[in-house]
């Protein structure tokens, strides 16, 4: 049995399934890589993506990601408001 710590709770795993879980992690995360996820975030809200299309699985870069898409989805509405109270 092993002991995988994810967030504030901790997820007792037979050592078979450890791999599958591992998965969902990106250990190997610095600050270069949490700019290039807001960076790709940003740019897909400036495209109008969907917010679920986030291409990451380990939770810090994911909430990176997010925050990129949430700054470019603002920007994009931004842009679009014009556009959008004209066709109403």
């Known amino acids: 049995?092993?002991?995988?710590?994810?967030?504030?709770?901790?997820?007792?795993?037979?050592?078979?399934?450890?791999d599958d879980?591992?998965?969902?992690?990106?250990?190997?995360?610095?600050?270069?890589?949490?700019?290039?996820?807001y960076r790709r975030g940003f740019m897909a809200g400036m495209v109008g993506k969907e917010g679920n299309s986030c291409p990451h699985?380990?939770?810090?870069?994911?909430?990176?990601?997010?925050?990129?898409w949430q700054d470019g989805k603002e920007q994009y509405d931004i842009k679009h408001a014009p556009t959008l109270k004209q066709t109403l």
């Open 1 to 18: 049995m092993v002991c995988l710590i994810l967030g504030p709770r901790e997820i007792d795993l037979p050592k078979r399934h450890m």
């Open 57 to 68: 699985k380990a939770e810090v870069v994911v909430n990176a990601w997010e925050a990129g």
């Open 21 to 37: 879980a591992m998965k969902l992690v990106e250990p190997h995360w610095d600050l270069e890589n949490l700019e290039k996820a």
